[in-house]
T-cell receptor
Framework: NAGVTQTPKFQVLKTGQSMTLQCAQD?????MYWYRQDPGMGLRLIYY???????DKGEVPNGYNVSRLNKREFSLRLESAAPSQTSVYFC????????????FGNGTRLTVT | GEDVEQSLFLSVREGDSSVINCTYT??????LYWYKQEPGAGLQLLTY?????DMKQDQRLTVLLNKKDKHLSLRIADTQTGDSAIYFC?????????FGTGTSLTVIP
């Protein structure tokens, strides 16, 4: 029972490069989320998908795009990476968006030089 | 719901109790959560409390909620070295969770 799986675990990019962070969950959850974690700032929501076919901006969406490919998968794309996007990225899912606890993946540590 | 505050660091001796505090902002939050993050890992749900409760106990964990002051605390009894981690409180307002900055708990043997 894998839960929420994120790939890759680590990534180094040069400024201006693009990449896609992958996330998949096997719990049949409806809602999925992307957060970034920075020291002293907790977790900040980038984008979320309340259900398959819908996506919405969170607190810090600039510089990112998302795709809810199907119920299981929710990817995060950086089109032109910037050093300010150096962070740890977490994907999470929940059965529904309304008060259900979040289940997190183990994170992707991204460094942009 | 965007200013969930926690102190950044806490050190306790093994066997003592730890108390981690949190203040939140949205009085309409229905559930409040505590998550634990170990090094290199994602956040794991520890416990949660419904907003109409004052207290919830789960083995070594006790959650206290003061809704009037919007204050939440997590008490860990008989703290062990394995409890060393970052602890996050979170509130849920509608479709979004807001997390505190996290409290890094260090347990001294």
């Amino acid at each position: 029972n894998a839960g929420v799986t994120q790939t890759p675990k680590f990534q180094v990019l040069k400024t201006g490069q693009s990449m896609t962070l992958q996330c998949a969950q096997d719990m049949n959850h409806n809602s999925m989320y992307w957060y970034r974690q920075d020291p002293g700032m907790g977790l900040r929501l980038i984008y979320y998908s309340a259900s398959e076919g819908t996506t919405d901006k969170g607190e810090v969406p600039n510089g990112y795009n998302v795709s809810r490919l199907n119920k299981r998968e929710f990817s995060l794309r950086l089109e032109s990476a910037a050093p300010s996007q150096t962070s740890v990225y977490f994907c999470a899912s929940s059965p529904t968006g309304d008060n259900s606890p979040l289940h997190f993946g183990n994170g992707t540590r991204l460094t942009v030089t | 719901g965007e200013d969930v505050e926690q102190s950044l660091f806490l050190s306790v001796r093994e066997g003592d109790s730890s108390v981690i505090n949190c203040t939140y902002t949205d009085s309409s939050s229905t559930y409040l959560y505590w998550y634990k993050q170990e090094p290199g890992a994602g956040l794991q749900l520890l416990t949660y409390i419904f907003s109409n409760m004052d207290m919830k106990q789960d083995q070594r964990l006790t959650v206290l909620l003061n809704k009037k002051d919007k204050h939440l605390s997590l008490r860990i009894a008989d703290t062990q070295t394995g409890d060393s981690a970052i602890y996050f409180c979170a509130e849920n307002t509608g479709n979004q969770f807001y997390f505190g900055t996290g409290t890094s708990l260090t347990v001294i043997p």
